[in-house]
């Protein structure tokens, strides 16, 4: 029995191009369930799949390939379904959520902001750029290194709040759906994705480069636009995902 | 659609491990892939503090690694990144 690495779901209306290779020696083809179809490729491996830089690559050109062609949901990488059956099952079960996603996502495109410090703090007011250094050695100096620290903290999470706001006003009006981090690393201020539609792209990056210039100190990197990778819905990832070794 | 910041930016390693790997449609429970007791996203964040320059042209992933390791690959990165 063939097993079937996913690569996307489509409509199954539109087709997939016959020269369209994933990772694997065979070209992809679709296997429907009424209106839906999974973009698949038989999988004879029976080992851990490892994301080298390779398969994850060759798995977001064909992702991105059918983004071209029409509305489509990436799948995660790594998702290898046992036979014809058990992929049918899986379309059927995820249905309907399916079909909401291929609508609200249809024509849509998502963009990746990192922002990173720079010489931001450095060159802000100077109260939250440089570390503390210690006093001395009797309690109180320890005590009082210990409260600039905190205090320094503190206002480097609320410079980071600051810009997440000033990056959410700014950027709300060009994006439809919008996932941002503050400070899930401290040298990281802020990550987000955003959800544009695809005429709205030109006034998305117009809008980022103004930010970006306002903020010049920091370092703000845009990538995209990539498909909706992180929108589609988490219904889905009610189930356990990966099972990292 | 302009595609320019594609064209101007391009995409990181770093930023398509966090997608491919970390994102998406979740049709089954059952997905396993093995990365070698690395963080991928702790990993991808500190790969954009050191690298947040463009992947150059002939360090972008080739797609005849089947046989990489996903910790060659990972390893292999981060010496990368620590040259810039």
């Known amino acids: 029995m063939t097993s079937y690495y996913v690569y996307a779901i489509q409509p199954a209306n539109i087709e ?47 992702v991105k390939r059918l983004s071209e062609l029409g509305p489509v949901l990436p799948v995660r990488f790594g998702t290898i379904l046992a036979d014809c059956g ?34 931001y703090l450095a060159g802000s007011d100077g109260s939250a750029g440089e570390p503390i250094e210690p006093q001395g050695e009797n309690g109180r100096a320890y005590m009082l290194q210990r409260l600039g620290e905190y205090q320094r903290e ?48 030109d006034a998305f990056e117009t809008e980022f480069e103004r930010l970006h210039e306002n903020y010049k100190p920091l370092r703000m990197l845009l990538t995209g636009p990539w498909p909706p990778y992180s929108f589609v819905s988490e219904d889905y990832t009610s189930l356990p995902a990966h099972k990292v070794r | 659609m302009s595609g320019r910041a594609t064209s101007e930016r391009d995409i990181t390693l770093v930023e398509l491990l966090d997608r491919v790997v970390d994102n998406g449609v979740v049709l089954a429970g059952d997905i396993t892939i093995s990365v070698a007791d690395i963080d991928l996203i702790y990993l991808g964040l500190r790969l954009v503090i050191r690298s947040p320059v463009i992947t150059p042209a002939e360090d972008r992933p080739r797609t005849d ?11 292999r990165v981060r010496d990368s990144a620590g040259e810039h």
């Not at chain 1, 083809?29 to 004879?44: G, N, T």
């Not at chain 1, 006003?169 to 990550?191: C, G, N, T, Y």
């Open chain 1, 154 to 201: 503190q206002r480097i999470k609320e410079i980071a709040e600051s810009i997440k706001s000033e990056v959410e006003s700014s950027l709300e009006p060009v994006a439809e759906e919008i996932k941002l981090q503050a400070m899930m690393r401290d040298d990281v201020p802020l990550r987000g994705s955003f959800l544009v539609p695809a005429e709205w792209s």
């Open chain 2, 65 to 75: 690694e089947s046989s990489e390791d996903a910790h060659d690959f990972i390893l």
């Open chain 1, 16 to 62: 997939v191009p016959r020269d369209l290779y994933g990772f694997h020696p065979d070209a992809l083809a679709k296997l429907c369930w009424r209106d839906l179809a999974a973009v698949v490729a038989p999988h004879f491996e029976t080992d851990t799949l490892a994301p080298t830089p390779g398969r994850v690559q060759r798995h977001h050109e064909v």
């Open chain 1, 86 to 119: 058990t992929l049918s099952e899986a379309l059927k079960r995820h249905a309907e959520t399916l079909h909401a996603d291929l609508e609200r996502l249809a024509g849509k495109y998502e963009y990746g902001i990192t922002v990173l410090w720079g010489d």
